[in-house]
């Protein structure tokens, strides 16, 4: 065999694009674009005293539920966390006019990232055996605690019958999943795909566990807890939610003349291989050069990041200085922003609600505000849009996402519709 | 507590934990006919379960076919007659 032979065999076809035609999301900040775009317009925080559960006992006591309105009475028989990514899948494939996708269901596959998975169910379960002594605990506690049991509800509500499967890698479950789902659309795997995540950790043993790392804020007023990148920030707080979306290969949307709302360019991962807990500045830097490189972006066309920003000691100290040494001078021209200040730690659900947060927000001329930031800390020293929205937009932006156990993932997403280019 | 009585205390929780039609409760409609699926199943006899404080054995639930194998297997436990 010649080599001319093997060089024909193996050249490789133009990559396929990746689309955003739906996006679904549903946090502490409401159900739904509108009613997200309306709290990040407002600089407006979704934390508040827990509801949901009796937190008296716990010394952390606020978190960022998901309204009550926004989804009691839905999609009964799942955990609370499959219940809130149907809600948000339910968006995305209204949005995507997901029947006239025209896509064979083996082409069509959901990927749905989660940190804990049916926290809710297993907390239930163990409650019945631990404190109240019963032997048995519900039938359904098995499938409804699974991690794909998200993944498994949306495929089976909207027939897509291709790849499936959950993603977990902490807080960065959900950013992993969007990033796998757009290779599996790049490679040919699928032509279509649910991808997101989902999480419903306040549950009263996830939040004690949590505690007992020392890392959440427990402030009076819950509004104020978070406060990323400020030399007062406290911790994290916890919360729930979900968002999910429906990408498509370029090619098919332009078939059907559905809308692009975006496209994912650039998927960037990596790992510390370094400490379980303390996240280091070089993995994250890593994963942002590689996502970059991957979607052929030149750093200095960077015009926006969704900070991952806990607002933990750790994390955003070391986020600034690994966004300093990926881009340098541009650092701090580039608008820096913690949604979570306002949304919380949805877990491994961050990802793809920070994505779906700075995709609406930009689409409408807004960048996000990083609130709770009055004092910076002298550590944090990037443009981070502090307490109060801009008018300005972003052709490509960055989402960053650090889970524990130092995996990374870095999504680099393209705002807006990309007919043309 | 009459097997009648009985009868009427698992219909109403059946129907609480799933929404089916008037027409599908005989006692010897098929579990499937009335479209409870193998999940529902256990989740209904785990309802049923727990209001009467008994323990269907594993052999005996996974026999069930009809409501009224259902109905007899909690009589039985609760030695009711017929």
């Known amino acids: 065999m010649t080599l001319s032979i093997l060089n024909s065999q193996f050249s490789i076809p133009p990559r396929r694009r990746v689309a955003i035609t739906g996006i679904g999301i549903v946090s502490c900040l409401g159900n739904g674009a509108a009613e997200t775009l309306d709290a990040v317009r407002n600089a407006r925080s979704g934390i508040r005293w827990l509801e949901s559960i009796d937190a008296t006992q716990l010394s952390c006591r606020i978190g960022g539920e998901v309204p009550a309105p926004a989804h009691e009475g839905l999609h009964r028989g799942h955990d609370r966390f499959t219940r809130l990514a149907l809600i948000a899948a339910e968006e995305a494939a209204s949005q995507a006019n997901f029947s006239a996708l025209g896509i064979d269901p083996d082409r069509c596959g959901c990927l749905i990232g989660t940190g804990l998975g049916g926290c809710e169910t297993s907390d239930a379960g163990y409650k019945r055996i631990y404190k109240e002594g019963t032997t048995r605990v519900m039938p359904t506690t098995i499938p409804w605690s699974m991690y794909n049991a998200a993944a498994s509800a949306i495929s089976t509500k909207y027939g897509a019958k291709g790849v499936a499967y959950a993603v977990v890698s902490a807080c960065a479950s959900s950013a992993h999943a969007i990033g796998l789902a757009a290779l599996a659309i790049r490679s040919g795997q699928a032509d279509a795909m649910f991808a997101g995540g989902a999480d419903a950790p306040l549950t009263f043993g996830i939040i004690r566990a949590w505690e007992s790392m020392r890392v959440l804020a427990a402030d009076d007023d819950p509004a104020r807890a978070c406060r990323p990148f400020s030399a007062d920030r406290k911790g994290l707080v916890l919360s729930e939610g979900a968002a999910v979306f429906v990408l498509e290969s370029l090619e098919n949307a332009l078939r059907r003349g559905q809308p692009v709302l975006g496209e994912i360019l650039g998927v960037g991962a990596t790992s510390d291989a370094g400490h379980l807990t303390d996240p280091s500045a070089d993995g994250a830097a890593r994963a942002m050069r590689m996502a970059l490189a991957d979607g052929s972006i030149d750093p200095r066309e960077v015009g926006y990041i969704n900070a991952h920003g806990t607002a933990t000691l750790a994390n955003d100290a070391t986020e600034t200085r690994a966004i300093k040494a990926v881009f340098g001078d541009h650092a701090r021209r580039i608008p820096v922003s913690s949604t979570k200040s306002m949304h919380g730690h949805a877990m491994g659900a961050s990802g793809a609600i920070e994505i779906a947060t700075s995709l609406i927000a930009l689409s409408a001329g807004v960048i996000p505000p990083t609130i709770n930031l009055d004092r910076p800390d002298p550590e944090c020293d990037l443009d981070y849009v502090p307490n109060a929205p801009r008018a300005g937009s972003a052709q490509y932006f960055l989402s960053n996402s650090f889970g524990f156990g130092g995996m990374n993932a870095v999504v680099a997403v393209r705002a807006g519709s990309v007919l043309s280019s | ?82």
Do not use: N, Q, W
Not at chain 2, 18 to 27: F, Q
């Open chain 2, 1 to 82: 507590m009459t097997r009648s009585e009985l009868d009427a205390r698992l219909i109403a929780i059946v129907r609480k934990e799933k929404t089916i039609p008037e027409d599908k409760l005989a006692p010897e409609t098929s579990l499937a006919d009335a479209g409870i699926d193998s999940l529902d199943a256990l989740t209904i006899l785990f309802a049923i379960e727990e209001e009467f404080g008994i323990h269907i054995p594993d052999g005996r639930a996974r026999s069930m076919k009809t409501f009224a194998d259902m109905a007899d297997a909690v009589a039985a436990e609760l030695k009711i007659e017929k």
